[in-house]
């Protein structure tokens, strides 16, 4: 399986099905573990990298993921593909960009990935459509539980699972749900929505683009305490608890924006719809902005000839390497505004 | 909402002044913002922290009071051989070992990052407990190794290669 193989496809866990997922975009657990008797990334030889790929390589591969287990060589990877995988979310950009030798296990249709010599020798995560943490849990716990059959972990058993940084102490858990809240962007309500996270410790991030910055309306929310605390509880908390609120508050924002402005609601809706169809030249910023409209309109029904599906496909599609990939060359921003206007105007009008 | 000064990005940080009960509104961006000095803290300062622990510790020969923060000199890991400053610069430690190495100086943070909690709960790998005591020991060796080669000590090489042969057939 080669990497750009992945650019003309939706990831499954990007998906147009699972419980809530007009709001919740997808589920993810991740767990991050080090081999004991290595030291951390930051101190290791080329050498010693190359030994613990090796491995967890073997180790990972040897477990039984279903069918469509492959491994990338992340080191010798194009920059294209490395950048690919990001856009994908199936490595971190730090990954991509990291130094020596190092990779990433990649299964069932993308929704298992476990990147080896990132941060910590062994991060691994499982992904679900739609709100789904459950599953997630007790799927990444099992394979937990083979890999640690057949090596040893760095365990304290005061401070639980070591990592490199003191920040993911103790079960390494991150737990984390993607979230698209236009409604309580619209209505003013999302800086409420920050603040009530971060004061139950949780982190919020943007799903696109670099650094906290939320473009088009998608949020990353996840824990950030690690230690001291179950990982049933953390997936608990996240799911029986402040997600179904969240959730709750962007429908009743969306409710609102239909009873009180739904002129202004098509509008923005039909204008974003007419742009992304006729533009010829179009950024990823302002695509990622439109086509969060669009998919607003299309979870309420203001838009009946566009799937969900169409819509989720596209904001993976039009990033930069993909479209690099697509086009099979390096293309300069300009070349890629085209094209992704060109991927944009048929997707759209096959609908 | 756009920003007050650079009417370009979204004004997600609004600011309610009463000075002589008139109130005036500010609505900024976050760069705009931290230019003006409204820092905005979201994540928790690790490098912060610790560079405060750190400071701490600097000025402690001076003071003659070693209460304040760590004390004493930044002795490497025995292991690894990192030590706190470089920690401090990157936040990432250089192996399992420094956990017990900088105990002390770590736990405030580790609760700090952790809501208070220091005591781990929740999987537990079922053979953790007999943990290799001579980790510590061959990391050393090994970080010793590495540099007598580089120093072309052959010699001392050699012993280094058959200690660390020794302590691998004891495991």
Sequence with gaps: MKPANLANQSSSWFGAEGPACDIVISSRVRLARNLAGFEFLPCLTPQRKQEILDKLNT??????????VFFIDVDH????????????????????????PRGVVIAAGEAFTAMINEEDHLRMQVYAAGMNLEQCWQRISRIDDEIEKRVEYAFDSQLGYLTACPTNLGTGIRVSVMLHLPALKLTGQIEKFVT????????????????????????????????????EQVVEELSKNIVPRIVEYEKAARQALLEEKVHSLDDKI??????????????????????????????LGRVPNVSLATVNELFLVTQPAHLQIRAGKMLDADQRDALRAQVIRQ???NN | MLCQIC???????????IEHGRRTETHLCQQCAQKQ?????AQ???????????????????????AVGFSGPDVPCPACGITLRQFSETSLLGCPNDYQHFHKELLPLIERSHAGHSQHCGKTPSHAGKQQKNEVELANLRRRLEQAVKAEDYETAAQLRDQIRQLNETR
Excluded: M, W
């Design chain 1, 270 to 299: 039909q204008r974003a719809l007419g742009v992304l169809r006729s533009a010829c030249l179009i950024s990823s910023q302002e695509s990622l902005y439109l086509l969060s409209s669009v998919r607003l309109g299309v979870n």
């Design chain 1, 59 to 68: 180790v990972i591969l040897s477990l039984d993921l279903g069918d469509k």
């Design chain 2, 37 to 41: 000095g409204l820092a905005v803290q």
């Design chain 1, 196 to 231: 009530a996270a971060k004061d139950a410790d949780l982190a919020v991030r943007g799903l696109f683009g670099e650094g906290t910055d939320a473009i088009g309306d998608f949020y990353q929310l996840s824990n950030q305490v690690t230690l001291g605390v179950r990982e």
């Design chain 1, 347 to 349: 997707k759209l009008a």
């Design chain 2, 44 to 66: 928790i300062p690790l490098n912060e922290l610790l560079n405060n622990l750190l400071a701490a510790a600097k000025s402690v020969p001076d003071a003659k009071d070693k």
């Design chain 1, 77 to 100: 990877a194009a920059a294209l593909e490395r950048q690919l995988l990001a856009e994908r979310h199936l490595i971190s950009r730090q990954h991509a960009v990291g130094k020596g």
């Design chain 2, 7 to 17: 009417k370009d990005n979204t004004a997600t940080i609004h600011l309610t002044e």
